[in-house]
């Protein structure tokens, strides 16, 4: 019993982990994209927010299709 609440712990902090590191990444394409459109005439705030609503998807979407994955393997 205690092994699989390890187990289930380490596979939510490895789905969170990746999904921070996503939400990173795509930060820094939120901050290279307000550059490049601001250039081209776009509000920095709007693309900005774009980009992070972006990462916060992504991160989610990792999230949880790292979760089912484990619950299916789990159930398997």
Do not use: K
């Amino acid at each position: 019993m205690l092994r699989r609440f390890f187990s289930e712990f380490i596979g939510v902090l490895r789905a969170l982990t990746i999904g921070y590191i996503l939400y990173f990444l795509v930060g820094i394409a939120a901050l290279i994209g307000s550059v490049f459109g601001h250039q081209l005439g776009l509000p920095r705030i709007l693309v900005g927010l774009f980009f992070t609503v972006l990462a916060m998807e992504a991160a989610v979407l990792w999230f949880v299709i790292d979760l089912l994955r484990m619950r299916g393997r789990r159930l398997q």
